[in-house]
C-alpha cells in the first residue's frame, strides 16, 4: 500500500490581485510545497497565467472569462490553483469552464469555483 500524505488545501479570494499576491514577500514565504492553493476572482485574462512569477516547484492552471470584445470594460472573475509539482493532476476539461476548474488528482477531484 502507498504511503498516504496528507495534503493542505487553501482557499482565497484574491479580488483580482492574483500576480501582486503572489509576488508579495509575506506571500512568498508562506507558501508550501504540501499545500494546493485554490483562488477565486483573479481577473486574470484568457493564458495570462503563464505570465505569472511563480514559486520554484508549481504548476498554475487557471480559467478565465473571455475578454470584453469592446475592451471597455475591466475583466472580472476567473480562477486558478497553484499545485505543487509533488503532486500530479490533469484539467478535467469536460467539468470546467470560464469561472470553474476542475484538476483531477489519483484519487480525488478538485474543483475551484
Known amino acids: ?25 509575506s506571500t512568498r514565504t508562506r507558501i508550501r510545497s504540501d499545500t494546493i492553493y485554490l ?12 505570465t505569472l512569477d511563480l514559486p520554484t516547484g508549481f504548476q498554475c492552471y487557471a480559467r478565465a472569462r473571455p475578454p ?3 475592451g471597455f470594460k475591466r475583466q472580472y472573475g476567473g480562477v486558478a490553483a497553484l499545485v505543487p509539482d509533488i503532486f500530479a493532476c490533469e484539467v478535467n476539461e469536460k467539468l470546467s469552464a470560464h469561472d470553474v476548474l476542475t484538476l483531477s488528482f489519483t484519487s480525488v477531484t478538485l474543483i475551484c469555483a
Open 68 to 70: 470584453d470584445p469592446s
Open 39 to 50: 483562488f477565486q476572482e483573479t481577473h486574470l485574462l484568457p493564458e495570462q497565467e503563464d
Open 1 to 25: 500500500m502507498p504511503a498516504r500524505r496528507i495534503v493542505n488545501i487553501v482557499s482565497w479570494n484574491v479580488k483580482g490581485g492574483l500576480a501582486a499576491c503572489l509576488s508579495h514577500t
